[in-house]
């Protein structure tokens, strides 16, 4: 029985184990340490996970899916084929790969896991990702911030004195600034501040776009393959230009005309202008909230792949006024942390055991009237709790009558950061009975207790009798329940899974299929040839054929993906 960290990502996600020589990250059945978070469906109803599924995102788009993290938590059904998919069982998907490529690695079975979430996820999103685990038969120790996982990456709670940290975290999709503070060993987070629907991508877009712009095309003048073409163009223009000194290119054939394009360093970091202001924000907010001094921060931490582009760490420079650390691979940091917070809850001699803190991610509060001149006006939000309280916490308000003998106070639960109630998230409601007095006579004390699970009580206490009602908030509008868990996990487990052994052949048939699709004329015709003759090698089922023939077609098509003459 072995516990693993998992880093489950919206674009990729990896896996990780603390060892007698400290942390590990698991390699899956390709070799690599990061397993992209995409899910696809074959023509005989397997499950395709991973890098496979990735290649097939150009040749299945309608059978194959990708960044459904940014759902996580909402009840939106994914089609693929004839199955239709929540997205945390999409994830569970992901995680029951990184569990078996664990378990095959280690040797033994594994049951226990510490996933990790962006910090900025709510209560919903998080117990979303705790299903996904369940879902894949894993029993979920603990959710895990992202940013508090790469700060024990970075071993900042080896440090001695009071130090603070502010962890930078941009990801395929996903920001998160958060500000740590660690003290004789207690990881506290401060604040933490971001913006869900920031990220990586967003950059390869912005390099899409302006191809399209600048070359007089439209969108809708391409079909599903050319776009996902340069889109793949775009993404690796992007890497290219944390080269130095090298430009980006595109080329590519659209309707007989072929387009070659250069984007250099200097121009994509003025397209990216308005990107990187969106990133400025989410900081800000941080250190307000924080109530700290830019210049008591002690260390700038970079996480997520997309912080391995040159502006983005000039960018944090140029804001902070020295370099960020970035030591540890951005890719794998999180991994990593989840990895070595798995050794201290094995309790490992070796590793000293911090005390975790977490912050309440947003704000939770009760419904109110207000006097206005003419009367009392309903919906406003009183908050009770603040967005990056620490948690565990417990708060108490007291609640007045508003009309003369009024018999009922309906107190309204919400969760949200607007003035309005209307604008933010109801969780529930209680509604207790007061003896008929004269109006602000009878008051409630209502008093919020938010557990360190994201359990939220709420208890309603009448001042005058000391009778008490309460109401426990669990289950969150658009979760299953658990019934419902427990049908799923047999559907689940009854989808056919492509075996492993196999996943190589099968990435080598997938990568030429999309390269074929891509390509014309000659080239084309060859791949054809070197597919079918691998083909008939898989159907000979002759071991040394097969490997023979997977060797020179692995070289083949890394000479054509090199050329890149699409
Ligand atoms: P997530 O946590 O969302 O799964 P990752 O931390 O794996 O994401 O980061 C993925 C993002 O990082 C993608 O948008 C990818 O394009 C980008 N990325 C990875 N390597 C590089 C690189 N060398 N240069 C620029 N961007 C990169
Ligand atoms: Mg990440």
Not at 44 to 60: F, P
Not at 309 to 325: A, D, E, T
Not at 402 to 425: A, H, K, M, W
């Amino acid at each position: 029985m072995a516990l693993i960290g998992i880093d489950l990502g919206t674009t990729n996600s990896l896996v990780a184990y603390w060892s007698e020589d400290g942390v590990k990250l698991i390699p899956n059945v390709l070799g690599s340490n990061l397993t992209p978070s995409v899910i696809s469906i074959d023509d005989n109803d397997e499950i395709l996970v991973g890098e496979v599924a990735k290649q097939r995102l150009l040749t299945h788009p309608q059978l194959t899916v990708a960044a459904f993290k940014r759902y996580m938590g909402t009840n939106k059904v994914i089609k693929l084929g004839k199955f239709e998919f929540l997205p945390e069982e999409l994830s569970s998907l992901i995680i029951r790969s990184l569990k078996n490529d664990a378990e095959s690695f280690l040797g033994v079975k594994v049951e226990e896991a510490i996933i990790s979430v962006p910090a900025y996820f709510n209560d919903t999103q998080r117990k979303a990702t705790k299903r996904a685990g369940e879902l894949a038969g894993l029993k979920v120790e603990r959710i895990i911030n992202e940013p508090t996982a790469a700060a024990i990456a970075y071993g900042l709670h080896q440090q001695k004195d009071e130090t603070n940290f502010l962890i930078f975290d941009l990801g395929g999709g996903t920001f998160d600034v958060s500000i740590l503070e660690i003290f004789e060993n207690v990881m506290e987070v401060k604040s933490i501040a971001g913006d869900n629907y920031l990220g990586g991508e967003d950059f390869t877009e912005l390099i899409f776009k302006h191809f399209l712009a600048e070359n007089n095309l439209a969108e809708t003048d391409l079909d599903e393959k050319t776009r996902s073409n340069i889109w793949k163009q775009a993404e690796v223009c992007k890497r290219q230009l944390g080269e130095s000194e090298k430009n980006g290119v595109i080329s590519c054939t659209i309707n007989d005309k072929l387009y070659e394009w250069k984007l250099s360093a200097a121009e994509f970091e003025n397209i990216a202008k308005p990107l990187i202001n969106r990133l400025r924000l989410p900081i800000e907010r941080a250190i307000r909230d924080a109530a700290i001094n830019p210049d008591q921060l002690d260390e700038i931490i970079l996480v997520g792949g997309a912080t391995k582009m040159p502006l983005i760490r000039s960018f944090i420079s140029k804001l902070f006024g020295r370099f960020p650390s970035c030591h540890l691979n951005p890719d794998e940091v999180v991994a990593l942390g989840a990895g070595i917070q798995a050794g201290m809850k094995q309790r490992d001699a070796a590793i000293k055991e911090i005390v975790l803190t977490d912050v309440c991610p947003y704000t939770l509060g009760t419904e109110v009237a207000v006097q206005t001149g003419s009367g009392y006006e309903k919906g406003h939000f009183h908050p009770i709790i603040e967005r990056n309280t620490i948690i565990p916490v417990s708060r108490i308000e007291r609640f007045y009558t508003i009309s003369d003998f009024q018999e009922q106070v309906r107190v309204g639960i919400y969760q949200g950061e607007s003035r309005l109630t209307d604008n933010n998230i109801k969780l529930g409601e209680l509604v207790v009975n007061v003896p008929p007095a004269p109006a602000g006579k009878e008051a409630i004390d209502v008093r919020y207790t938010y557990d360190i699970n994201g359990i939220l009580e709420v208890e309603v206490t009448i001042v005058s009798t000391g009778q008490k009602q309460s109401i426990v908030i669990e289950e969150n509008p658009g979760l299953m329940s658990e019934a419902e868990i427990k049908e799923r996990l047999k559907a689940l487990e009854a989808l056919k899974i492509h075996p492993r052994d196999k996943t190589e052949n099968r990435l080598l048939l997938a990568r030429g299929e999309r390269l074929y699709e891509e390509t014309l004329g000659e080239t084309r015709n060859q791949i054809a040839a070197a597919l079918i003759e691998f083909e008939n090698a898989l159907n000979s089922q002759d071991e040394k054929q097969i490997k023979k023939i997977a060797k020179s077609l692995s070289e083949f098509f890394e000479r054509l993906e090199n050329q890149q003459q699409f």
